[in-house]
């Protein structure tokens, strides 16, 4: 089940996030301009999360899949050449493999002006459809994201982990969580739940889809 989220406006930042997704959202229809007929890209995890919690997000990550014919994929390699190549992600180097979160490159350039200066965006290339990813993310608060018209959606595991206050993981396969010691600080009223925890019945279980 998917939900539409509204980011904050009310707290003490006021219409920054705002600002900064309207920015993006700038960003991701220039990006999909340049890229080959067929492309699909969200932005997602960390910039769309801070947004709704009302805070200044601090880089902008790119997920998109072009299409596999030659002439899209030298199309988008094209585009992509004039950006910084990044050796790893995630704390996992992926030169030689896709890795869980299907990832081939990571180019990164700078923002210079408006609400998202001193930023980075990170175009992050996928094997696989951007939502099949992110809804696979390890932890269940980076399960969030926009699309080309500004629009902001999550699923239900992120859904009830803001409505809970809970960080969790919520994929079977990836125990590694490389964001946590940047996450934690800064969602200090969250607490982390592994699925390990030995918790009481409707906390530590998976939540189904209605």
Not at 37 to 46: F, R, S
Request: charged share 20%; net charge positive; hydrophobic share 35%.
């Amino acid at each position: 089940m998917l939900h539409t989220v509204k980011i904050a406006t009310n707290k003490s930042t006021g219409m920054f996030p705002e600002a900064q997704r309207v920015a993006a959202k700038r960003h991701l229809k220039l990006f999909l301009k340049a890229m080959p007929k067929g492309t699909e890209a969200y932005i997602a995890g960390g910039a769309p999360r801070d947004w709704h919690h009302g805070w200044g997000c601090r880089d902008i990550d790119i997920f998109f899949k072009a299409p596999d014919d030659f002439n899209s994929l030298n199309d988008a390699y094209q585009h992509l050449s004039q950006y910084k190549l990044l050796g790893a992600a995630y704390g996992v180097d992926y030169s030689y493999g896709c890795g869980e979160q299907g990832i081939l490159t990571i180019h990164e350039y700078p923002i210079h002006q408006g609400s998202l200066k001193y930023r980075k965006v990170q175009l992050i290339r996928l094997n696989k459809k951007p939502l099949d990813v992110i809804n696979n993310f390890p932890i269940n608060m980076s399960h969030i994201w926009m699309d080309s018209t500004g629009r902001i959606s999550c699923n239900h595991h992120y859904q009830h982990g803001y409505d809970t206050s809970i960080l969790r993981n919520v994929n079977d396969s990836q125990w590694y969580y490389p964001y946590l010691e940047k996450i934690l600080p800064r969602m200090s009223k969250y607490a982390f739940v592994p699925n390990t925890w030995d918790g009481r019945d409707g906390v530590a279980d998976p939540i189904e889809p209605e």
